[in-house]
């Protein structure tokens, strides 16, 4: 059971320490995608613009009817080569999580249920399909509070441990 002084903690926490918190504790989402990159003015016959990049997602799109599908074309078409050799896996993403994957990839992430695939998405520099994969949810507010805390705990034990050790030694 909480004390009342560790939730008026929490009631005093501004939104960057509950977005730093959250980041650590809260929903996050295992993706996939398929990555087409496209170009505003073709030079090669290979290039493909966005709308060229739309018409070939959505009929990948209609080929897809399994994960196994989505995984067999991305892992043939996708032209995101990190994430090719393993099927178009991303890995957990956060809804909010700065830099690491594309704004509209998260959003449609956060749309999707599981084993579910996006429409066609745009991107800086190309077009995308997502897939869903699995769900970790937020936890219910006590249990968030119980996370922070623990980690905060063993983040402070160390230091706190080593501060009175140096005041019995003098």
């Known amino acids: 059971c909480a004390l009342p002084i560790y939730e008026a903690w929490f009631d005093r926490l501004d939104a960057d320490e509950i977005l730093k918190f959250d ?5 996050t989402r295992e993706i996939s995608w398929l990555l087409l990159h496209t170009v505003k003015k073709k030079v090669d016959p290979l290039d ?3 709308a060229e990049a739309t018409a070939e997602l959505i009929s990948y799109r209609e080929e897809m009817s399994s994960a196994t599908d989505f995984y067999r074309l991305a892992k043939e078409l996708s032209e995101h ?5 393993n099927g178009g896996r991303l890995g957990w993403v956060h809804r909010a999580e700065p830099g690491v994957v594309d704004k509209n990839v998260r959003q449609a992430a956060f749309s999707l249920g599981i084993d579910e695939i996006s429409q066609q998405i745009s991107l ?3 077009m995308a399909l997502v897939m869903c994969h699995q769900v970790r949810p937020s936890p219910e507010k006590s249990e968030f509070h119980q996370l922070v805390r623990r980690g905060l705990h063993l983040t402070l034990r160390p230091i706190v441990l080593e501060r009175f050790q140096t005041r019995l030694a003098y």
């Not at 080569?81 to 050799?85: L, N, Q």
Request: hydrophobic share 30%; aromatic share 6%.
């Open 23 to 27: 980041l650590q504790h809260g929903e």
């Open 81 to 85: 080569a990190p994430s090719r050799t």
């Open 124 to 126: 800086a520099g190309g």
């Open 48 to 50: 493909l613009d966005f």
